[in-house]
């Protein structure tokens, strides 16, 4: 078992930036990758951006050149550092991690809001 735990979330003005922090504990050994989905009331699940065990890293295209994922794997760490954020960025974030394929929830955080602000 894997737990992940988000952190960072929170309200901000359109424009700014906000860092979200996801600290994975439990059998680390077994993933293969981690990352970010988000979720805007009434709307599906959409990946956000996840990075490998490699240290590949891939983006939606709406967060591309904003958004950055990157990992610490001496603390066993996530980060995201999102940029330039818009309204349409005003989503629960939730952070992932997988233990066959990249993109798999295996296993979920409990969400942290993002509020970006007009």
């Known amino acids: 078992q894997v737990q992940l735990v988000e952190s960072g979330g929170g309200l901000v003005q359109a424009g700014g930036s906000l860092r979200l922090s996801c600290a994975a504990s439990?059998?680390?050994?077994?993933?293969?990758?981690m990352g970010w989905y988000r979720q805007a009331p009434g709307k599906q699940r959409e990946r956000v951006a996840t990075i490998t065990s490699g240290g590949t890293t891939n983006y939606a295209d709406s967060v591309k050149g904003r958004f950055t994922i990157s990992r610490d794997n001496a603390k066993n760490m996530v980060y995201l550092q999102m940029n330039s954020l818009k309204p349409e960025d005003t989503s629960v974030y939730f952070c992932y991690a997988a233990k066959g394929w990249i993109y798999a929830g295996d296993y979920w955080g409990q969400g942290t809001q993002v509020t970006v602000s007009s």
């Open positions: 439990g059998n680390i050994r077994s993933i293969t990758g």
